[in-house]
Each structure stands twice: as structure tokens, then as C-alpha cells.
């Protein structure tokens, strides 16, 4: 199941940081210039407020992991309560969607199909993997050099599960190519649709079907 590893972040302390600290702290003093000598006097050293800010760092960082963690643990629960099929067909369109691979995004995913706005069958992106960014790994829109003849490609379009995957993606660039060149527009735009719903179906995970 895609999974985007955790960044680390470390708090630096730089010139340009400090830099700014001094005229945070001189628009203070000049704000109250009669008390501006208080005021400096009241005022942390570039030391101690870079020392505190690299504590906080540190801080919001291991909340932030452990927010992190508690998020994998929860869509994981949901999805090991599904049924066993449910739960493949959810990791395998998790592994094929186009978003980074965060548990907050997985969380989504879960929760669009209990609402029952996503099939999972059929789901608004090619069946085809990602990787953790969400970019994909295959290019679907490679040429084939396989050749099919236009009306083939409509009925591969129709019904793609009947047919390899070769056939499937060489179906969908000759409708495509077929609909630029079809001055029927009603015909070009059938063939369109055809190829958005058969580039839907496209995908290196259904290659057990070839």
C-alpha cells in the first residue's frame, strides 16, 4: 500500500533569522519610544530566542508525527473491518490515485466511499500505479504498437474486461485519434467519450487480465 515516508525537519538558525528578530525587536522599542529603554532591557537575546524557537520546533515536530501515526492506524482499522474484498479493492485504488500518499488522503478516500461517491470498480482515475507523490509510475498515454481497427476499438471500449491490456490501450489511441479526425462531431464525440471511459480502465494492475 503506497506510503509517503515522514520528512524530517530540523530548525536552523541563520543570519537572515536573526536578522529579522532585530527589527521585530526594534519596531517594539519604536513603538513606544519614551519606554524603549525598558523595553530592551525586557527583551530575550538572539540566543535564547533562537535556543526557544529550536525547542518548539522540535515539539511541534513529534506532535506532529505522532498525529501522523494515529491517522495510518485509523484507515488502516476502517479498511481491515471492510470485508476482504472490499479491503483489495480499496488498497488497490489507494495504490492508483493521483494524491500524495498521506493518511489524511487516504482518510478521504475512505470516507467519499462510504458516502458511496466512489466506485471502486470504477473509480475517476486510471487503474494504473502511482508512486508517493501521486505521479504515475506507467505512461498511459505511450504509443502502442499494437493496431486496431476502429470499430474493434469501439467494442473493446464497450466491454475492456473481455480483452488484454494491449488491445485495451491501443483501443484508446485509436479513438482518440479517430475523434480529431471524424468531421461527424456527434460520432467524434461518441468516440471521445468512449476513450475517457476506457482510459479510466487502463492500468499496469489489470495485466492478470491480458
Known sequence: MRFKKTPSFVFTDTPRKRAALRRKQQRERDAL????????????????????????????ETRWRSERAAEWRKARRMIDSLPAEEGRAIRRVWDCAPYPADPSRLLGVLHSYSLGKLDLKRPPFPLSKTDAGGSRIAD???????????????DIAEDPDRYPLAERHAAYHHLQAAASKNKDRQRAMQDRVLASDLFLRLGELEEAHA
Open 33 to 60: 519610544p519614551l519606554f524603549a529603554d525598558q523595553i530592551a532591557e525586557e527583551q530575550p537575546t538572539e540566543d535564547e530566542v533562537m535556543a526557544r524557537r529550536a525547542v518548539l520546533s522540535d515539539q511541534q
Open 140 to 154: 498511459l498515454f505511450a504509443k502502442p504498437d499494437l493496431f486496431v481497427p476502429i470499430l474493434k476499438a469501439r
